[in-house]
């Protein structure tokens, strides 16, 4: 599990006193839950933005929502629904609207936000196009206990089906007359509780939703009082939501990946959002050491990668003959796999970049071509100078950084490559910035990866070398 602290918020600082004791209460809540059994299992985690009517002073409700994600590895930020406006909540993964907000005061300011956004309070359902009009009518709340799953396939079912025990029969259940497009998960009462519309669907006004819009009921402190199952949803949920509303496979798929990297018991943030994504997609993910792998300790895999922090002097070559497909995402060891030439800087390195130049018609570029934002901001990008077989699926300023090599092509060493080898950047603070198009591309490349890397691999565009200058590496 990813365990990165809460990172900044937006309230004024005169209220940094009692938002330390808010942390505090937080993290004994995090430990309560562990005590409990209720730690989130792997799954995919992201930056989430929680407005709030008060940053310094969150209700009981809302500390424990804050506590919950904190625990399953979510960045988390309290915006004061006062101040926040759409710039503030950009670079977050998901939004959530906690049902505290003053709908008068937040109203619909961040309705053109291109990211996830959760409402929680039911009388904003309507500024969001997850309602029509009409307070009690098309949108409201009423007291409930239990919910009933009328979708258990989708992910934020999270496995249950049927009526289901959420919390204390005292507490109230938000609702809302959804519309035609939305996707309804669960209902209460008979009206919709638990229901999203997608990215480019029609909201209730008519327009096309911006990104997904959610809903799921955490009326006033009801979450205090959740039930294993209530948690269970509200985990699924925030992990599909901080994907991007994608619909991963929630069962396993019976394949395992082996991600090698330098240090498996003290994990970067970045690497853990990587393994936690593969995982999320239903594979099996076991943590290798570069020390001590071998090609016998992979060969029952279906895909390795080999993560940022292995030191390529301690990998060396030593998985260079497996024939299994390797994902190598640390540059400095493309020419241990002779998919480059020797010289740093000159055949590999790393740069800044942002967006990627991308041709369509592979696999890994998930239906994406031409130019695309590839991060929220500015990220150090790998890249490589490939071997003239190669086919180049990205550019990021000019140098290849999404490429491929098929098994059997000839190397810079001039043999033949046991299996497939293909790079995609997970450098340095990519991943967590990555937008929705290159998390799509890379949930393609661990498909395509662990599915053999295709039977046959359809050039793109001919050779890397008839387009691509090294000048412009």
Not at 145 to 158: E, I, L, S, Y
Not at 180 to 193: F, K
Not at 210 to 226: G, I, K, Q, S, Y
Not at 404 to 413: D, H, K, R
């Amino acid at each position: 599990m990813r365990t990165t602290p809460p990172t900044g918020t937006l309230a004024p600082p005169s209220r940094l006193v009692a938002m330390a004791a808010v942390a505090a209460a937080c993290i004994l809540a995090v430990t309560t839950l562990q005590m409990q059994g209720l730690t989130p299992a792997h799954a995919a985690t992201g930056s989430v933005v929680v407005v709030v009517k008060s940053p310094g002073a969150p209700s009981a409700g809302e500390s424990a929502v804050r506590a919950r994600l904190v625990a399953a590895g979510h960045a988390v930020t309290l915006a004061d629904d006062n101040a926040v406006v759409a710039a503030d909540v950009a670079a977050a993964d998901l939004v959530l609207i906690s049902s505290t907000v003053s709908d008068s005061v937040l109203g619909s300011r961040l309705a053109g936000v291109s990211v996830p956004v959760w409402v929680a309070k039911p009388y904003l359902l309507d500024n969001y196009g997850l309602a029509g009009a009409g307070a009690g009518t098309a949108y409201g709340t009423r007291p409930g206990g239990a919910v009933d799953v009328t979708d258990p396939a989708h992910p934020a079912a999270a496995g249950r089906s049927g009526a289901v025990a959420f919390q204390a029969a005292g507490q109230q259940l938000s609702f809302g007359r959804a519309p035609t497009s939305a996707h309804v998960v669960a209902t209460a009462g008979g009206e919709a509780t638990v229901y999203a519309v997608a990215a480019g669907d029609p909201l209730a006004g008519g327009s096309a939703a911006p990104a997904c819009r959610l809903t799921f009921p955490l009326v006033n402190d009801a979450p205090t009082t959740f039930t294993a199952d209530a948690w269970a949803m509200f985990d699924a949920t925030a992990a599909w939501a901080v994907a991007g509303c994608e619909s991963l496979p929630p069962t396993p798929s019976g394949t395992s990946v082996a991600y090698v990297a330098g240090a498996p018991g003290a994990l970067s943030a970045q690497e853990q959002w990587v393994i936690d994504r593969i995982a999320g997609a239903g594979h099996d993910v076991a943590v290798l050491d570069d020390t001590t792998v071998t090609p016998a300790t992979v060969g029952g895999t279906d895909l390795v990668v080999i993560g940022h922090s292995v030191n390529p002097g301690t990998l060396g070559d030593k998985l260079l003959d497996t024939p299994v497909p390797v994902w190598i995402a640390k540059p400095y060891s493309l020419p241990r796999f002779q998919v480059t030439g020797p010289t740093a800087g000159t055949d590999y390195g790393d740069k800044p970049g942002r967006t990627w130049v991308v041709t369509g018609g592979h696999p890994l570029a998930a239906g994406r071509s031409g130019t695309l934002t590839a991060y929220s901001e500015t990220r150090r990008v790998s890249w490589g100078r490939p071997v003239s077989e190669a086919t180049v699926v990205a550019t990021a300023d000019g140098s290849p950084t999404v490429f491929t090599v098929p098994a059997g092509v000839t190397l810079a060493s001039g043999t033949e490559a046991a299996g497939c080898r293909y790079t995609f950047p997970l450098f340095a603070l990519g991943p967590t910035s990555m937008t929705a198009d290159a998390r799509a591309m890379f949930d393609a490349a661990v498909e395509w990866g662990v599915g053999g890397c295709g039977s046959s691999e359809p050039p793109v565009g001919g050779s890397s070398t008839s387009w691509w200058s090294p000048s412009t590496a």
